[in-house]
């Protein structure tokens, strides 16, 4: 089975400051991973997604992650936030196989808020 | 193209009675993932459902729950009975196949608040 930690509940950060959202995953097979953004009251919308390949994944909003195998760690970063980051943001994993299907596992959720 | 859409956006039901979720995938989408977030947690996979067939329904509770997508129609998310434990964000996602590579498109959820 495959779980995901999310390290931080709450991450408080300054306008243009850079952030890292931690993300650890565990999981005995291959996986494919996913970060999610949830601004209030709305669904979640994908920032970015590993799929195979380079390990460095670029997002929208000025967003990157990067896969780290021998840590199993998905985190996330962006060097400059804006307040309209300020959102709860979602890891989650899925097995990476053929054949399979994708049902989402997710972690519990970082809030980012940015403060002017 | 509009989006997953999801309604009601807000429902309150008393202890016992039913409440009945509706799911429109995007267009083009015959796969169906339901989830359900419970305050201050992350999002917990419930059921899929590709068009009239339930795949997966692995994360619903035995009782009292269960979900359907017909072949017409949207996908309903039906809870019989309901206990003040059911009080969660229930959310619906679409995708276009079902290989774990595809995004899955969120709607906006339902809140269901049980008195």
């Known amino acids: 089975a495959q779980s995901v930690t999310q390290l931080d509940s709450q991450v408080p950060v300054f306008e243009e400051a850079p952030v890292e959202l931690r993300c650890n995953y565990s999981?005995?097979?291959?996986?494919?991973l996913f970060w999610y953004v949830q601004y209030p009251n709305q669904g979640l919308q994908l920032l970015l997604k590993?799929?195979?390949?380079?390990?460095l994944v670029k997002g929208i909003n000025g967003f990157e992650a990067e896969f780290n195998k021998s840590q199993t760690s998905f985190h996330l970063r962006k060097p400059s936030v804006h307040i309209s980051d300020t959102a709860e943001y979602f890891c989650?994993?899925?097995?990476?196989?053929?054949?399979?299907?994708?049902?989402?596992?997710f972690g519990a959720g970082t809030r980012l808020a940015v403060h002017p | 193209n509009a989006g997953v859409m999801q309604n009601p956006r807000h429902l309150v039901r008393r202890r016992g009675q039913e409440a009945r979720l509706r799911c429109s995938p995007m267009?083009?989408?015959?796969?169906v993932y339901w989830y359900r977030q419970l305050p201050e947690e992350g999002l917990k996979f419930m059921v899929y459902?590709?068009?009239?067939?339930?795949?997966?329904e692995s994360g619903m509770p035995k009782e009292r729950f269960s979900a359907e997508f017909p072949k017409e129609g949207p996908s309903i998310l039906r809870i019989q009975q309901v206990v003040r434990g059911d009080s969660a964000a229930y959310f619906c996602?679409?995708?276009?196949?079902?290989?774990?590579?595809?995004?899955?498109?969120f709607g906006p959820g339902t809140r269901l608040t049980v008195l």
């Open positions: 989650a994993v899925t097995r990476g196989v053929s054949g399979g299907y994708n049902k989402l596992i």
């Open positions: 267009k083009g989408h015959s796969h």
């Open positions: 590993y799929l195979s390949g380079s390990t």
């Open positions: 996602a679409s995708s276009t196949d079902r290989g774990p590579g595809n995004e899955q498109f």
């Open positions: 459902l590709q068009k009239e067939n339930i795949i997966d």
């Open positions: 999981s005995s097979v291959s996986v494919y």
